[in-house]
């Protein structure tokens, strides 16, 4: 009997701390945009998301999820004074997400943004991003802006661009301060880019087996390029590839493009070498039927 208590008591002590770290997890409050306009008047019904960080003392509810929902056009400036934790902004079906303004001043936020369906993601002028940002951009628009995107994060925090399909044009980006672009399927296209020096740690990763492909649109200079390879700033599946001849180039007027150059799988290597055997025991055989 005592043990039967005690296992009811144990179970029920389970269920409720389960039931516990879910409601923990599930905490953050989700507020939906009800009109096109700036994220921080996006509204749950009650009460707007401007509001709730007035009373959270200008930071972000840890956990708050905004939802852009289909044809909006909203805009990230009000972001870039307020700090939070564990943000959420999902852009669904085709509305567009524009950043604006410089956050030059290092904030505590860790934001997620997910671009999906045929949404985009637009920059306004000069936008700098000093915070932990993650942007997943599963759309299949091509998002087109002459804004310049600047990595100027500090040493602990980083920007991470994960371009998984569709394509990003910007005017500018800039890379001296820690980020990366992941190119997992999607195309990345702008004018211009920075110069690197040795000890920057902005990157562009090409994932070999996706088929992503890196435009220049401006009149890039092919040293300028030779330089940003041979600091590191293009990777190919995490490794940095700082020789010229793991890259393909082609300019057409003054459009560049740039890929990684294929390599050869294990299989065509062995095909290659069978047909060099094969031709090497017919020239043989041949040799030896004319002795």
Same mark, same amino acid.
């Given at each position: 009997?005592?043990?039967?208590?005690?296992?009811?008591?144990?179970?029920?002590?389970?269920?409720?701390?389960?039931?516990?770290?879910?409601?923990?997890?599930?905490?953050?409050?989700?507020?939906?945009?009800?009109?096109?306009?700036?994220?921080?008047?996006?509204?749950?019904?009650?009460?707007?998301?401007?509001? /709730?960080?007035?009373?959270?003392?200008?930071?972000?509810?840890?956990?708050?999820?905004?939802?852009?929902?289909?044809?909006?056009?909203?805009?990230?400036?009000?972001?870039?004074?307020?700090?939070?934790?564990?943000?959420?902004?999902?852009?669904? =079906?085709?509305?567009?997400?524009?950043?604006?303004?410089?956050?030059?001043?290092?904030?505590?936020?860790?934001?997620?943004?997910?671009?999906?369906?045929?949404?985009?993601?637009?920059?306004?002028?000069?936008?700098?991003?000093?915070?932990?940002?993650?942007?997943?951009?599963?759309?299949?628009?091509?998002?087109?802006?002459? =804004?310049?995107?600047?990595?100027?994060?500090?040493?602990?925090?980083?920007?991470?661009?994960?371009?998984?399909?569709?394509?990003?044009? #910007? =005017? !500018?980006?800039?890379?001296?301060?820690?980020? !990366?672009?992941?190119?997992?399927?999607?195309?990345?296209?702008?004018?211009?880019?920075?110069?690197?020096?040795?000890?920057?740690?902005?990157?562009?990763? #090409?994932?070999? /087996?996706?088929?992503?492909?890196?435009?220049?649109?401006?009149?890039?200079?092919?040293?300028?390029?030779?330089?940003?390879?041979?600091?590191?700033? #293009?990777?190919?599946?995490?490794?940095?590839?700082?020789?010229?001849?793991?890259?393909?180039?082609?300019?057409?007027?003054?459009?560049?493009?740039?890929?990684?150059?294929?390599?050869? !799988?294990?299989?065509?290597?062995?095909?290659?070498?069978?047909?060099?055997?094969?031709?090497?025991?017919?020239?043989?055989?041949?040799?030896?039927?004319?002795?």
């Amino acid at each position: 009997m005592k043990i039967k208590r005690l296992t009811s008591t144990l179970g029920l002590a389970g269920y409720l701390l389960g039931f516990c770290l879910l409601a923990t997890q599930s905490s953050g409050a989700i507020y939906t945009l009800a009109a096109s306009g700036d994220i921080l008047s996006a509204s749950d019904g009650t009460t707007t998301l401007a509001d /709730a960080i007035t009373a959270n003392a200008g930071t972000m509810p840890s956990g708050t999820t905004v939802v852009i929902p289909t044809g909006f056009a909203a805009t990230m400036q009000g972001f870039n004074g307020v700090d939070s934790t564990d943000t959420i902004i999902n852009v669904d =079906g085709s509305s567009t997400l524009t950043a604006i303004g410089n956050n030059n001043a290092d904030r505590t936020q860790t934001v997620t943004i997910n671009i999906k369906d045929s949404a985009q993601y637009l920059l306004d002028s000069d936008h700098k991003v000093r915070a932990d940002l993650v942007l997943n951009y599963d759309s299949s628009a091509a998002s087109s802006s002459a =804004g310049k995107l600047t990595f100027q994060s500090s040493t602990t925090q980083s920007t991470t661009i994960n371009l998984n399909s569709g394509s990003l044009i #910007f =005017g !500018e980006i800039s890379l001296a301060k820690a980020g !990366e672009f992941n190119l997992n399927g999607g195309d990345l296209s702008f004018a211009a880019i920075n110069t690197l020096t040795a000890s920057a740690p902005g990157f562009i990763d #090409f994932n070999s /087996a996706a088929g992503s492909v890196l435009t220049f649109t401006g009149a890039s200079a092919l040293t300028d390029l030779d330089v940003n390879i041979g600091f590191g700033m #293009f990777q190919i599946d995490g490794v940095s590839q700082t020789s010229i001849a793991s890259w393909s180039r082609v300019l057409d007027g003054t459009t560049l493009t740039l890929t990684p150059t294929p390599v050869p !799988e294990p299989s065509t290597y062995a095909l290659l070498l069978g047909l060099a055997a094969f031709g090497f025991l017919t020239f043989h055989r041949r040799s030896h039927r004319g002795c």
